[in-house]
């Protein structure tokens, strides 16, 4: 039994599980803190024996947003910004709560979404356990059943069910080869081989195309519309050839990693040397405007990229909602395609951030849509969209609205 204050090291992952089963018979309420050497930390909050909340591992932000952008929720634009705000340093388990009180999600897809999260978090502990040949250590401190307020709002999720699928989840991967890469860390393409050497696959093509180096591999497959299974076993040959290698820290910050010892380990363990991705930053390419196409179906972006490319321009995509400012405030663009209807947020929302946003407002904004009634133009005018354009998109079309629109670019 478990009185106060807990600490066991060296254990295995199948002592934790033992360890999980004695809160829940005895109900206990606290938190189990679990740890990976060196440093790797999951924190599991209990009530009554039962899972409340779950924090921690090498991407906490980025599985509360992707599990909650998978629960399809409308969200009001000032709580998408609060969520999806890129300096994010912490779970936000009150705004779920806020959520729950505010009747914007109900507790059927609140407990899913902390299931979920859940799920990754015990797969995660499973594989890094593993690696660090078991050196595991858990700590619980017990706590008074209604010590916390947040606790009396959340849902009380049953453990065992959700063991049981993280334990299958982790045997799926791992059967079909995929042990030694783990789906926490951020996917960077190297400079190692070249593009061209993937034309002959398109698939695989557009699909490095999508990989930014701030995304991890749950989070790619996610913009792709596919589980992490199959997702990562069809770049599987480009991990093994070290075309595509994984990191523990996002590109953005790999040059100044968080934990250096986390990512020293972690390095080692699951990822070949991390290289920068190729870049459009050559003497050519910088004199061409910059575009942005923002739109969650890859083949609206192919069709894009085409006509760019062919007419000089450079283009990039974002596919994820949740990427979108972050992605066009550290790009700045020189013009921005914006398509009208996504997950999560929509056109309008995102015009209306943009043009809230100093360093893009001016930026122009034409609005994709398969949709071209009035309402929709009016609605586009008033958020601050440069332009309206349907769908499909044609050559002819587009260029036209970007020699419109784009002025002031070499």
């Not at 060196?38 to 924190?43: A, Q």
């Not at 356990?129 to 250590?137: C, D, E, K, T, V």
């Not at 069709?303 to 992605?327: N, W």
């Not at 013009?335 to 209306?352: K, Q, S």
Request: glycine share 6%; net charge neutral; charged share 20%.
């Amino acid at each position: 039994m478990v009185e106060g204050i807990e600490k066991s090291i060296g254990l295995s992952f199948k002592d934790l599980i033992i360890h999980l089963k004695d809160i829940k018979s005895h109900s206990f309420s606290g938190n189990l803190i679990v740890k990976v050497e060196p440093n790797l930390i999951w924190t599991f909050s209990f009530r009554l024996g039962r899972l409340g909340w779950v924090d921690g591992g090498i991407e906490p932000i980025g599985c509360w947003q992707r599990n909650l952008s998978l629960a399809k929720l409308d969200l009001p634009p000032e709580k998408l910004a609060e969520i999806n705000n890129p300096h994010k340093t912490s779970l936000d388990s009150h705004i779920l709560a806020e959520l729950l009180v505010a009747e914007l999600i109900d507790r059927s897809k609140c407990a899913d979404l902390v299931a979920g999260m859940t799920i990754e978090s015990l797969f995660d502990v499973i594989q890094f356990s593993q690696h660090s040949g078991n050196r595991l250590s858990y700590q619980f401190t017990q706590t008074g059943a209604g010590n916390s307020q947040l606790n009396l709002v959340l849902p009380l999720l049953e453990i065992e069910p959700i063991l049981t699928k993280s334990i299958q989840t982790w045997q799926e991967w791992s059967n079909v080869g995929l042990a030694a890469y783990a789906p926490s860390l951020f996917a960077i393409v190297s400079k190692s081989l070249e593009v061209s050497q993937l034309l002959n696959n398109s698939d695989l093509h557009h699909t490095v195309l999508a990989i930014d180096g701030n995304r991890s591999l749950r989070s790619l497959a996610v913009n792709n519309r596919q589980s992490v299974l199959n997702f990562t076993s069809t770049i599987l040959p480009l991990l093994r050839s070290g075309f595509i290698s994984l990191s523990p820290q996002p590109k953005s910050r790999v040059s100044k990693p968080n934990n250096p010892e986390i990512s020293n380990q972690l390095s080692g363990q699951f990822s070949e040397p991390i290289n920068n991705s190729p870049s459009l930053d050559n003497s050519s390419a910088k004199q061409a405007p910059l575009i942005a196409c923002i739109d969650d179906s890859i083949l609206i972006y192919q069709s894009l990229e085409r006509i760019l490319t062919e007419h000089g321009y450079r283009s990039y995509g974002v596919q994820d909602p949740l990427r979108i400012m972050p992605s066009l405030i550290r790009n700045k663009p020189d013009f921005i395609f914006l398509d009208l209807l996504m997950p999560i947020t929509n056109g309008y929302e995102v015009c209306e951030q943009i043009r809230k946003t100093p360093s893009l407002k001016h930026i122009p904004v034409v609005i994709l849509t398969g949709k071209d009634g009035l309402i929709d133009r009016m609605r586009s005018k008033m958020v601050g969209a440069t332009g309206f354009l349907g769908k499909p998109v044609d050559s002819e079309s587009v260029l036209k609205m970007i020699d419109k629109h784009l002025v002031g670019v070499p």
